[in-house]
């Protein structure tokens, strides 16, 4: 049973934390908490996480200066990035979000049924790109330790669990296409399409194989 997906929470007010973890608190994810950016690079450098809620406004290093470090590790770049700030932030602060790397950008008090729905999505799409990492690297295993010089009752027997394996991996991407067209937030959809594109090359190269 894979790990469940962490998604980490970046703000130095001890209520909006407890806020955020009530509103994730639904979803099977487990919450981790940094009060500061210093914090936030520090747990980064131990912890996978599939998604950061990074609050703007923060002493010392604020979010985007956390961000621009994020993005500049080899690590922890592709980690998607939710901006989260006050209404009267000043008006170029959604640009500089997006600039600096974000997926999206929330302004507070926000619509925690919106905020639930969009990490919901994202943790699906770390979970998916994970299992398929997963099945594409038993499919690169199987075809150079056991295919080669297996018999062919074995070859049949591992065919048919990588084809298991393969079309439990599209069932996934269907639903995850359907969180994706609810959500209706354009850029899921085009982390979604890219998703599908891997997809699209694991089962090629396991057609190729029968």
Known sequence: MPDRARVLLVDDREENLI??????????VIPMRARSGEEALKALL????????????MPGMDGFETA?????RERTRNIPIIF???VDSAPDYAF????????????KPFDPWVLRAKVAVF???YTMNRRLTEQAALLRERLSTELPGGAGADQTSVLAELSRRVVAVEDELRRVRELADKSGDTTVNGAVADLAERVTHLRAG????Q
Do not use: N, P
Request: hydrophobic share 55%; aromatic share 8%.
């Open 96 to 107: 500089r979000g997006y600039a600096a790397g974000a997926v999206d950008y929330l302004t």
């Open 206 to 209: 396991f057609d190729a194989l």
């Open 46 to 57: 131990s912890t996978d996480f599939a998604l950061i809620l990074l609050d703007v406004r």
């Open 84 to 86: 989260l700030t006050v």
């Open 68 to 72: 621009a470090h994020i993005k500049r």
């Open 19 to 28: 806020a955020l973890e009530a509103i994730l608190s639904s979803l099977d």
């Open 123 to 125: 943790v699906e799409l």
